[in-house]
């Protein structure tokens, strides 16, 4: 009967070598490791800002550096950091999703976004319509997407931030049809307007998201359901996922739509401190984003469809693909991202009751 | 899957009592053709066109990806460790299920056959709750430097949870159905408890084993939920093969997705030869124990 013990034993001496194995792993290494938790859009631009980075840390310190990528969607990612994966920075779609790690544990200090400049953004994007070649749907503006037949592919804004800025770009959309002037927001006589506009906004939404046959996970699964499993007349995408398509993805068969109104998204980034001392890698995280606001970032940046904060370091070429358009803020129109969350994506939020009476 | 181990009893009947006219059997063997045809057949042919769509030098190219090859690595050594693990338990449960009765012996079954029934992302998550940095054991991990979730160990773990079944659901109803004669007879002439299971028990089961082994390691190296929850998904690191499908199909790298998907095919492919295998000797196995089992029947009666 002593086979009975040894069992349980061999699985447990297993199971600890295993764990002692990956520990192990993590001290040894001499040339330096960091994680970056991204978002799904971004595996282009960090496939080469990383291979750029490494060369200018070697150059600059001696020290071989890899940076490993985790991508996902925004949300997803951040509540994989919140239960433990072990990134030295974060970069993600929106500054709440950031916020929430630093809500939920004491990684990062809440004030984080005020320690880069532009908001801890050192790119932004906007969001844009992808459409089938020839634009059989003839969708030129936000309106054209509620026109009979046409079918709607976006993320799910629970789990993607892509998502969550397509949901505000077509809510702000609503607002500065029905006011045209969205200082109305703040001025307390018009507080009858601004109610009947919100009304006019829910309804929008509301049709808008009764048409998406698809909810992905993440913004690229969304491009991968609309572009390869040809789903939809219409993507809401960002901006730099919607030209990576066109441009990438068989040219000439998509086209890019950019609507009269959106959003000004602003995906951030910051080094998460409490992995980073734990790794001693606080020192090169820190250079690794501001890297990301060097000219040489700048205009990888650009060169992936991101809009640079310092335009002068990007080539003319690049930006002159950026259309002209007219950009809402989330803080001027929802009250920054903590009001917006709460209002719409958090349980029982304006969301939840829309796709819970469509459905 | 439970029932796959029941394969190699149910022996050829003969059916000659029953005939249906040709035209109704000629429909019925097209229309199982067409379904496996348009369900099984089609999509592995399209996992080798996808993946030969760039011509063979970019199919091999895709191994030659150090993050591609790192999934390889990790897929082998998740399943080099779930799979001997699963092994030693499913022969210890079955041995202790089917030998021996003892207080919640069913219960023990019913717990074997959990991770059939619970979702694999359920499974995944509830490593997170447990081993994660917000879960029970989170703060003592944390506080030894130790990390599960995200990382090997916590794939191992929810490898091993989401394969647990498949040894011991093929051994037991093997084992109850031999019965405890010959233990008792190896036993009687003096042998002690590891030989009697070493040369009476282990044999008798070795092909159900090697069944449940195979199905157990197609599983552990296809797993793709339980895994995706608890991976973290950091390409190079903690990307199984079947998440660095997902990545790579992910990245419009379509002809990488499906060259690593295809070694998944080909695993697929092997493990239905090698259960075939199998099932043909556990057949002949089987029916030589019958016929040994007749002949000494009779001298078996006589002795007392």
């Not at chain 1, 490791?33 to 310190?61: C, G, I, M, Q």
């Not at chain 1, 803080?331 to 958090?346: E, S």
């Not at chain 2, 082994?213 to 690191?237: D, P, Q």
């Amino acid at each position: 009967m002593k086979i009975r013990i040894l069992v349980p034993a061999a699985v447990l001496a297993l199971i600890v070598g295993a764990i002692a194995m990956s520990g192990a792993a993590r001290t040894a290494s001499e040339p330096i490791e960091l994680l970056n938790v991204s978002y799904d859009p971004t595996r282009e631009l960090y496939r080469d800002v990383n291979e750029a980075f490494a060369a200018h840390w070697l150059a600059k310190t001696g020290q071989a550096v890899t940076v490993h990528q985790s991508h996902g969607g925004a949300g997803k990612q951040a509540r994989a950091v919140i239960d433990g994966l072990q990134a030295d920075v974060v970069t993600l779609a929106l500054a709440y999703d950031i916020d929430a790690i630093a809500k939920h544990t004491s990684n990062l200090p809440t004030d984080w976004q005020k320690r880069l400049p532009h908001n801890s953004s050192p790119y932004t994007s906007t969001i844009v319509f992808l459409v089938r070649k020839g634009n059989p749907k003839h969708i030129r503006d936000w309106d054209d997407l509620l026109r009979p037949g046409v079918a709607i592919v976006t993320p799910n804004p629970k789990t993607s931030g892509g998502a969550r800025w397509n949901y505000l770009a077509a809510w702000g959309y609503v607002l500065r049809r029905e006011l045209g002037d969205l200082s109305e927001l703040h001025d307390p006589a018009a507080a009858a307007e601004v109610a009947a506009a919100e009304a006019a906004a829910l309804t929008f939404v509301s049709d808008l998201y009764a048409r998406v046959p698809v909810f992905d996970s993440g913004a690229r699964g969304s491009t991968n359901t609309f572009v390869r499993n040809g789903i939809g007349d219409v993507l809401l995408a960002w901006e730099n996922e919607a030209f990576l398509a066109a441009a990438e993805l068989g040219a000439g068969e998509f086209e890019v739509v950019v609507p009269s109104v959106s959003i000004l998204a602003e995906p951030p980034v910051t080094v998460v401190d409490h992995w980073a001392r734990e790794h001693g890698t606080l020192e090169v995280a820190q250079a690794y984003l501001e890297f990301l606001y060097s000219p040489q970032g700048q205009r990888l940046a650009a060169r992936h469809y991101y809009r640079p904060v310092s335009p002068e370091h990007a080539d003319a070429t690049d930006l002159a693909r950026f259309p002209a358009l007219d950009l809402i803020t989330v803080d001027d129109v929802f009250g920054g991202w903590q009001q917006a969350q709460r209002v719409h994506f958090d349980d029982g939020g304006v969301f939840d009751r829309i796709t819970a009476g469509g459905r | 899957m439970a029932g796959a181990g029941g394969g190699h009893r149910a022996a050829p009947r003969p059916r000659s009592g029953m005939s249906e006219p040709a035209p109704v059997r000629r429909l019925l063997i097209a229309a199982t053709l067409v379904v496996a045809g348009c369900v099984l057949v089609l999509p592995l042919a399209s996992v080798f066109a996808e993946a030969l769509r760039g011509g063979l030098g970019a199919y091999l190219a895709s191994f030659r990806d150090p993050e591609a090859l790192a999934a390889i690595r990790l897929t082998l050594l998740v399943a080099a460790i779930a799979v001997p693990v699963n092994v030693l338990f499913g022969l210890s449960a079955a041995w202790a299920i089917a030998k021996f009765s003892f207080p919640g012996k069913r219960l023990l079954i019913t717990l074997i056959d959990l991770p059939y029934a619970v979702s694999p992302v359920v499974s995944g998550l509830v490593y997170i709750m447990i081993y994660g940095a917000n879960g029970v054991f989170g703060p003592w991990l944390a506080a030894h430097d130790l990390q599960v979730i995200f990382a090997v160990p916590g794939i191992v773990l929810a490898t091993i949870f989401v394969t647990f079944p498949f040894v011991a659901r093929e051994l037991i109803p093997l084992m109850e159905e031999q019965g405890t004669e010959q233990e008792q007879a190896a036993m009687t002439l003096g042998a002690s408890g590891w030989q009697t299971f070493r040369r009476v028990t282990l044999p008798n089961v070795r092909w159900a084993l090697l069944y449940g082994v195979i199905l157990c390691n197609a599983r552990a190296m296809g797993e793709f939920g339980a895994v995706s929850v608890v991976s973290g998904h950091i390409r190079g690191k903690t990307a199984t093969m079947p998440l660095q499908v997902e990545i790579l199909y992910n990245e419009y790298n379509h002809v990488a997705a499906f060259a690593v998907a295809s070694l998944l095919a080909m695993l697929a492919l092997v493990t239905l030869v090698a259960k075939a295998v199998v099932e043909r000797r556990a057949g002949a196995a089987a029916a030589q124990i019958t016929t040994t089992e007749v002949e000494t029947e009779p001298q078996r009666r006589e002795a007392p």
